[in-house]
Structure formats: C-alpha cells, structure tokens
C-alpha cells in the first residue's frame, strides 16, 4: 500500500555509487556502501579523485535523506496509520542509529586525508562552507549521544500523533483543531467565542501529556549537551545548528529590538482594533475576526480552487517560478488539505535524489492558507533552484536564509492576490498579511527567549517554566484581556511545534523576515532586479555563508534595531496606504 501522495519519482541523476537496486529499508544493504567509501578515500591520489569521493558520499546521503523524507511524510499524511508509524520508526530506530557513526567516519577520513589541503588550496570558495560544516562534525559527535537522538525523534514523533489526533465535537460534528480556526473569523462574537473555548478546552485536557513528553525531550537534551561538554543545551544548540554568524547575545538584542520598535506598533494596532469592534477590551476570540465585521475573507472552497489561483501568481510573478509549481502538480508533490489524522502544521521537504520538493499543509480555506502556499512554494523553488548542485550538502542553505526564500514569496506573490479576491477584499487580505508580520516578531522573540530560558536553566521546575512563560507573554504581548483563562494563556505554548520537535529553531523566521523585508523594498524600487536577485541567491543553495547568502538577495545580514527600525516603518506605511 502506497501512503505517499506522489508515485515512484527517477533519481534527478543515474546513480554513479549506490546500486540501482536497493532496499534502503535495510542495512545490512547499506553498510557495504560505507565500507566502500571508506576504503576508496585511502585509494584517491589525485584531487578530482578526492572530489569524486565527495560526491559519491553525497549520493549515498541524498538517496538515505529521501527514504528518510518519504516516510516522514507518510506518518505526517497519516498519523492514524499504524504502517506509516511502524515503517517511519523503524528509519529512526534501525538505520539512522547505524547511519551516525559511520558517518562521522567518513567527516573524519575528509578533515585527515592527505589531499585535503591541495583540495582547498585549488578551489578554496568551493569548499569552504564545506570544510567548515564537516570539521563541525566532527567536533560535536559523541557515540553516546547517538542512542539519545533516537529517543528524542521518537518522542518527537509521539507529539505529531497526540496534537494531529486532537478533535472537538462543534454542532454536531466532528472537526479538527484547524478546521475550527475558522470560526475564529466569524462576526458573530458568542460564535467566537464558543469555537476558541472548545479548542482551549481541548488542548487544555491534554496538557499534562504535552508537558510529560517536553519534559522527556529536554532531560534527553541536557544529556546530549554534557556528553558533548557544553555547560548547557543553549550553548550545544548554537553549535549543532552552525550558528557561525551570530550568538546568543545578538538574539538577545534582536529581543530588545522587537520590543522596542515592534510592541507600540503592535499596540497601536490592538486599539484600533478595539476601538472599530466597539469593546472595551479585547479577548483571545476577537484577534482574528475583520474589525470593521465584514465576512471572513474565503479565498477558495476547495484545495484545488487554491492551486489554480496560486498557479496563476506565479503565472504573472515569473516564468520559472510558474513552471516550477506546475510540475509539482503533475507529480503529485502537493498534499494541502486538512483531514483528521493529519499531522499539524505545513511544511517543504526536498525527496533529495529526485531533487524535487513536496509541500505539506492543512488548508480549511482561510487567508492563512494563501500566506502558507506561498511561504512554502517560496521554500520549493529554492530546492528546484539547486537541483543542478551535484554536491548533495549544498542543495540545502542555512535555515535563516531557507525562510528568506519563502517570506519573500509571501511578499512578491502577495501584488497578485487578486487571484483569489475581488479589489476591496484583496486590499483586505494585504492588510492582514502585513499586520500579521508585525504580530509575528513579538512571538518569535517569545518563543526564541523562552527557549533561551529553559535551556539556560537546568533543572527547573514546571512551575518556574510556567511563570518563565508568562512574564515573555507580558512582555511581548498586546494588550488582551485573558481573565478567566489564566491557565490557557500558561500552557499557550504547546502549540508551537518547534518547541518540541526542533529546539531553538525559530528566531531564523525573525532574521529571515527582516531579510524577505529588505527584498520587498528593492522589489518596490526595481521589480525585475529584485526578482533576478532572489532567484540567483536561491540557485547558490548552501555553498557560501549565510552574509554572502543575504547579500546576492540584496540584504543586509543583520537584526540590530539599525536593521529593525526602518522595515518596521516601511510595513507601517504600507498599511497607513491599504486603510
């Protein structure tokens, strides 16, 4: 039974190193293969020899990253599905384990061989990214450590099954907890209401679990920090996470220039809000509804109402970028539909053989799902832009830049929205878009200093990571009245996925904001400039450093409020422009 959306897709290139024939599944296969490599580096005498070497290792990677890939993407499609678990659990219990060591011999037999220095010296921009990443490796591994990320994944997976499994009864039928954000937009304020107390209630009940399972995740991550000799998981997490270009302390002040420069906008945006609902204060249930009670924006009824408009974006944007998304339909790379026993969330993975992307997503047929397709096509053209990278490591770039790729979509897709609205509705959805970015950066530094806090913090207690929270949420949030929901606004965080499955990814969504800001702005100076610099930076995948990476888009690498402060203004005029 095939779980996947997509069928058998060719590898991007015949396999030159690994066998055309084999069961991925199996390591009693695969082992050979390292076997293999690790005799052949002592049998290179010449740096095409070496390079080759390299590329071979990539293959091997890419063709275990996409088995990988696809049976992550089976359990995420199908998290009720005790064969999609079974078969994803066997990856993470059974080959990955085997996979860590034999790969770290590999990062060893690189930075030790006797060609490495007139590799570099012949094409030092080539692999300096490389080097660097791989001596990184080396750095960071610990046998021991290898045991505990298998438990971790598990946990990780046991997460998505507990939050996609989560149902609330709403007249008379059953709906998931994304189908319900849609009533969330209503007009009807008791129908708000009503729909935001069920879900609360809901995620309410499990609380203890989420709780329980985070707690499990971090005992194991404070592990794996002391086995690699790190005081605590916060300085591990930077390194693990090839934060070469920053640190602690300038998230720290990217923090202070959120509050600073984004809090009063968000604040004047929250009275406003207030004052055109006519309330004398705002609660949880009246943060989505349009304040002047027009319908809620519908954009599509159906999911391929929502392909075919957003096929016609990238029609008007760019030619390439247009037939990129239609391929993706034709190989059924897209599954974008809310369903019970879906994972949350959306998401892009690359099939890194293939060299194609897959987008995963829970669209209900709210404006969000607009933003979504094109944040997460954003981050598939990035992967179509570096399918002709025969180095396997450089088909990804750094996280920070990844999600430059997809807001910049956001913005760049957002001139034709007309595409599913009439004008004034379209002139709505642009508003909501820009005002959603200035309330996403107070979250973003809430969830980056909270996770700056926990894992500054060993061996904490639950109520202190309790109180930790809500102080963040009092310093980063705006002014709503949460009385008689204490206990929801406490435990808001489990919502966040990130939290649990990928610690300290999320303050990149705030530093590649500011950068999909920067191109924004050049687009409104010179569209066809600032769209021919955003696919060439796209197209240079992982290979140069995430400043260069910035830089080919037309950025600034940088999130001091200097950097803040005039982008926070340019989305303030725009929005003055769209009332």
Known sequence: MNLLPFENLPAHKPRHFVPAQIDLGDWSQIAPLFDQLEKGAGDCKSVPEFEQWIVDGGELSAALDEESSKRY????????????????????????????????????????????????????????????????????YRPENVPLETEEAKLGQQYQKLSGALTVQFRGEEKTLVQMGRYLEEPDRALRQEAWELVAKRRLQEKDKFEENFEQMLSIREQIARNAGFKNYLEYAFRARGRF????????????????????????????????????????????????????????????QMVSSTQKIFNQLDRDLAEGFQTMQNLRLLDLENRKGKAPGGYQSTLNEARLPFIFMNAVGVQRDVETILHEAGHAFHALATKNEDMYFYRHAPIEFCEVASMSMELLGNEFIENFYNSPDAKRARNDHLEGIIEIFPWIATVDAFQHWIYSHPGHTRDARRKAWLALMDRFGGDVDWTGYEDVRANLWHRQLHIFLHPFYYVEYGIAQLGALQVWANSKRDKQGALNSYKKSLALGGGRPLPELFAAAGCKFDFSQETVQPLVKLVEAELLKLK
Request: proline content about 9%.
């Open 245 to 304: 270009d920053y640190t602690p302390e300038d998230c720290l002040k990217f923090h202070d220039a959120i509050e600073k420069e984004v809090i009063p906008v968000l604040r004047g945006l929250y009275v406003e809000r207030r004052k055109q609902l006519g309330l004398d204060k705002l609660r949880p249930w009246d943060l989505s509804v349009d304040p002047m009670n027009r319908p809620a924006l519908r954009p599509f009824e159906k999911v391929d």
């Open 73 to 140: 993407i089976a359990m995420t499609c199908h998290t009720d599905s005790p064969e999609a678990e079974k078969s994803y659990l066997h990856f993470v219990e059974k080959i990955e384990p085997e996979l860590k060591p034999r790969q770290f011999t590999l990062s060893q037999l690189y930075v030790n061989h006797p060609l490495r220095d007139a590799l570099l010296k012949a094409k030092p921009v080539r692999y300096e990214v490389f080097d660097r990443n791989t001596k990184l490796h080396i750095e960071l």
